[in-house]
């Protein structure tokens, strides 16, 4: 059975498309990524998900419940942590943990054993007295996740859980999500990090409020089958990328961190000396030139640029 | 229950939020002292001049009668000339001449004219001066009237409930409600506006909680400590300005809740219209501010009001719950006499807070 099963879901403000019939599903167990630039219709799709907000139109129903016609009913079933740690930072530790406790009704007992169960996972044991306000970033958002999973939901909708922490934090992060999958719980992350993108099993680019491309990662690379890309570091890139556009062989380039990648229209490895040769002849010093694997990077700029065109 | 762990969390903020305890325990107590002692209409030591042409025992008699009567402070005995220079140079506010035939007249029975010079560039402050100057003359004429010649009808005045014509009695009951009213209204504007602008409420909101159990649990904090802010201003009140506390005080506290519950409600309505602590601020201060200070009968009496302007108070909740605590604090008096108001100040809460939960149950899905 899937954890959320999503039909045409449309949302609309006024005369604005912010989510425009999207369509997917999402399998128990599964850490499920939504990729997309800001305002693509991400955080709409979770916030109707998540029974915050109508549909205009369209299904979707997550863990059984349909969430137009009972949205209580999956607030009941999910957890949801949002891009702002959204804790009260005049409350210590223990008192955050608590009140969402309470919150969700959990009694006494169960509420003991869960509190324990985020100290722990969170590494905040001993931190309990705390003020929320006085944490490090990394461990207040570990926190929030913790008060978002405390009644210990199967789906977990996570809107941009890693803004704003450090490389570190969010690596441990990604190892907290990984637990929680590796336990069955169902998790649904939006992100614009695309590195953090390939820890999940499924990726689904939105790209102005439609869904542009669904897969796996490795699926998604297929996208540049028959083609190669080549990674160049060059001296002078802008000058390098503007020679490399007059190319005949090269299909497009886009800058990637200090390098230029080009996507050649064949797949032909053999093709990088050659293209050496010319921008070196052109003076543009070429420190290095290589066919590298389509990075998610690549697939991302290329949906996007084919979906824009559409 | 989820109601109470809203609550408690709330409790615990505000306990940790100095800018709130200051809007609610603070400001209050400043308020109070500040306008308990500048809002007085009292008027004491007025410097008089006197422009005595008897100098005669009956002449002195009249001038010890002002100095004594603990209104006036004599500054100066002057001639006519001087007179106009002083009352100029604003050196004196009133002038009493007695004319150089006033000992004589009263001997002959005949009768015996002073003159009382006021500065009248405030009214207000010139026609209690008159009515002090008249209190004492005629005071001072009975001892000449020969007692078989008593006018045939005599108005001995007096005035119930605040004997000394006190302006503290009057103002304080309008001080207790404006407080309260500022207090309450915006403190729960703001809580839930924060709410709004940090994004706790949007993490609320995707729990299994419904709008009612979210505005109930937050506003029951503030209701109790602006209860507990409102008492203590009754209390203080009672202490530095004297306000007596005839009635009962479980009726005032009945007053005093239905009041507050109004203003929570008008804060909640606020906060759901309002999406930054700005401008809740802004607007929790033009709808509580204002219309308390100025339309509910605190300093300017409803009657002398232009009939538009009377028509507006009918909306001002503090109107009524001004007639309440006058008559509970003052009189002593009963709930047959303001028990319209009390209903009054129900129905403002009933429409506020209904407006305030269909507009924030809106907002909640």
């Known amino acids: 059975m899937n954890a959320i099963s999503v039909t045409n879901l449309t949302r609309t403000f006024g005369d604005f498309v912010a989510v425009d019939g999207v369509t997917f599903d999402v399998q128990e167990g599964e850490v499920f990524g939504f990729l997309g630039s800001n305002g693509a ?20 129903v997550v863990g059984g419940v349909d969430v137009g016609k009972d949205p209580e009913g999956v607030k009941q079933r999910i957890g949801y942590m949002s891009q702002r740690f959204s804790l009260y930072e005049r409350l210590t530790v223990d008192e955050n943990i608590r009140f969402f406790g309470g919150v969700y009704g959990l009694d006494r007992r169960r509420l003991d054993a869960r509190r324990r169960f985020v100290l722990e996972m969170a590494g905040l044991a001993g931190r309990e007295r705390m003020r929320t306000a006085d944490l490090a970033g990394g461990w207040r958002q570990r926190l929030a996740l913790g008060c978002a999973i405390l009644h210990e939901p199967r789906i977990v909708f996570l809107d941009e859980p890693t803004g704003g922490v450090d490389a570190l934090s969010r690596r441990e992060f990604w190892r907290l999500i990984d637990q929680l999958a590796g336990s069955g719980v169902t998790v649904l992350v939006t992100t614009h990090y695309l590195d953090e993108a390939e820890h999940c099993n499924r990726i689904a680019i939105i790209h102005a409020g439609r869904l542009a491309a669904l897969g796996t990662t490795a ?24 020679l490399l556009d007059t190319m005949p062989e090269i299909e497009k380039t886009s800058v990637f961190g200090t390098a230029v ?34 990075s998610l990077e690549d697939v991302f700029l290329e949906v996007v640029e084919h979906a824009g065109q559409s | 229950m989820k109601l109470i762990a809203i609550a408690r969390k709330e409790f615990r903020q505000i306990g940790r939020d100095r800018r709130t305890l200051l809007i609610l325990l603070f400001v209050p107590a400043f308020i109070l002292l500040l306008f308990g002692y500048a809002l007085n209409f009292d008027i004491r030591h007025v410097r008089l001049a006197v422009d005595d042409r008897d100098r005669s025992a009956a002449s002195r008699s009249l001038i010890a009668a002002f100095v004594n009567s603990g209104y006036f402070d004599l500054v100066a005995e002057v001639d006519e000339k001087e007179t106009t220079r002083l009352m100029d140079r604003d050196e004196v506010r009133a002038v009493l001449v007695i004319p150089g035939d006033f000992s004589r007249a009263l001997r002959t029975g005949r009768p015996a004219p002073v003159q009382v010079l006021l500065n009248g560039d405030n009214a207000t402050t010139a026609t209690t001066v008159m009515g002090y100057s008249l209190t004492i003359i005629r005071g001072e004429s009975a001892k000449y009237a020969p007692p078989s010649a008593a006018p045939p009808i005599t108005i001995e005045p007096r005035i119930w409930y605040n004997p000394e014509l006190r302006s503290a009695l ?18 729960t504007a703001l809580s839930i506006v924060r709410e709004k602008e940090r994004g706790t409420m949007e993490q609320v909101r995707m729990a299994p909680l419904d709008a009612a159990s979210f505005v109930v649990g937050k506003t029951i904090p503030y209701f109790v400590v602006s209860l507990a802010s409102a008492l203590g201003i009754v209390v203080v009140s009672m202490v530095l300005f004297g306000m007596p506390m005839r009635g009962s005080w479980l009726l005032l506290l009945a007053a005093l809740s239905l009041f507050l519950v109004g203003a929570l409600g008008l804060g909640l309505m606020i906060s759901s219209i309002a999406d930054t602590q700005q401008v809740a601020f802004q607007v929790a201060l033009l709808v509580s501010f204002l219309p308390t200070l100025m339309l509910s009968g605190f ?67």
């Open chain 1, 41 to 60: 219709g991400k955080s709409t799709t979770i916030r109707m998900l998540c029974g915050l907000l109508k549909p205009t139109s369209g299904i979707a």
């Open chain 1, 219 to 242: 699926e998604l690379k297929q996208l540049f089958a028959g083609r190669t890309i080549v990674e160049i570091h060059a001296g002078n890139p802008v000058e390098a990328m503007r």
């Open chain 1, 261 to 294: 990648h080009a996507v050649l229209k064949a797949d032909g490895a053999g093709a990088a000396a050659p293209i050496a040769d010319r921008l070196e002849r052109s003076g543009i010093r070429v420190a290095g030139i290589a066919p590298v694997q389509p």
């Open chain 2, 170 to 187: 009057f103002l304080v009951p309008g001080l207790i409600a404006y407080i309260a009213m500022i207090t309450a209204v915006v403190s």
């Open chain 2, 299 to 365: 300093v300017f009496p409803i009657a002398s009001m232009p009939r538009a302007l009377q028509l507006v108070t009918y909306a001002v909740p503090a109107r009524y719950f001004l007639v309440a605590l006058r008559a509970i604090v003052l009189k002593g008096a009963g709930l047959e006499v303001y028990w319209t108001d009390l209903l009054a100040l129900a129905g403002f809460a009933v429409v506020v807070l209904a407006l305030a939960s269909v507009r924030l149950q809106r907002q909640w899905v």
